[in-house]
């Protein structure tokens, strides 16, 4: 065969392949577009209805956003109505359909959401220790350590807002279940991080602590957990981080705190005051976030710890470097 002949062969294999991909993609899009016509198409998504209530939205978005006037010219968001909503300054209660709602203080509220996803942190933390080491091939051998490993995925296919129904029996939805749901939910998707990270680790240091005839327990802990103590903090904050926002959907369906806030506003249609409550939700999340991020900074050795006002100012920096990555 020669030379051209063999230049020829390859140039068309390259466009007979080329053509086969550009077909798989094109079919990949067609699937995907009829696949999402039939998802809308279950869910009953309409555009038409959608655009039948623009009035509707755009009267509740300026009740979302209230506009008042400086100087008696320039429109400015109204956050007075906010402040005042926050502050406590509504009525403690008001009637809907016959019944009595309680508005709760937003403070308090806070810290009911802040506890519960504390609590299930806390709570939720040994077990997700004692199933996350156990789950390791490195600690117990296969197939028994996936005994440990399908507790875990059992808990983790299970929504903690479907963990707070099953404990329901013990008092309805409150605070108390939402903390167990909470607690549990951390055990599965923390002893699952806690699992992958054994995984990780060096031999070197495990081998240097069996050489000195120390036993299975004493390997695994001074020769395994050692090495991940760091990493180990840094999972249980960031489940903390996750957990607060669990709080936040479980108090919708009942559980307290701010969310059990906002669902009632809804009810009652009082959309400034669902902007407040969500504000305040914002808040609470960020300042959570923050408290996470300063603890890990200081207990990596490899990160500067970050200023207050470089958190805050240095946002959209961070966000562009991490863009150019």
Known sequence: ????????????????????????????????????????????????????????????????????????VIPFLDVVQYWAFILGTDPDTVSLAGQTIPI????????????????????????ALLFGVLGSERVVPFPFNFIFRGTMSCIRAIPALVWVLIYVPLGGVTPITAT????????GNLGRLFTDELEEIEDGP?????????NKPQTVTFGMLSQVFTPFI????????????????????GAGGLGWVLDNQRRLFNYTEMMATILVILVLIICVEMFSQRVRSHIRADDEPMAFTELIFGAPRRVIESWAK
């Open 1 to 72: 065969m020669s030379t051209s002949t063999e230049v020829q062969r390859r140039y068309d294999e390259i466009k007979r392949s080329k053509r086969i991909t550009w077909a798989l993609g094109v079919g990949g899009v067609i699937g995907i577009l009829i696949l999402l016509w039939i998802a809308l198409g279950r869910i009953g998504l309409v555009p038409s209805e959608i655009w039948a209530y623009r009035a509707e939205f755009a009267n509740a978005l300026r009740n979302y956003f209230p506009l008042t006037t400086v100087f008696g």
């Open 206 to 214: 495990i081998e240097a602590i069996e050489t000195t005839g120390a």
């Open 104 to 127: 709760p203080d937003l403070f308090q509220s806070a810290g009911i959401t802040l506890a519960i996803g504390f609590a299930g942190t806390v709570l939720g933390f040994p077990l």
């Open 180 to 187: 167990l749901a909470v607690a549990t939910d951390t055990i």
């Open 234 to 253: 840094a999972w249980t904050l960031y489940i903390f981080e996750i957990n607060v926002r669990i709080a936040v959907g479980l108090g919708i369906i």
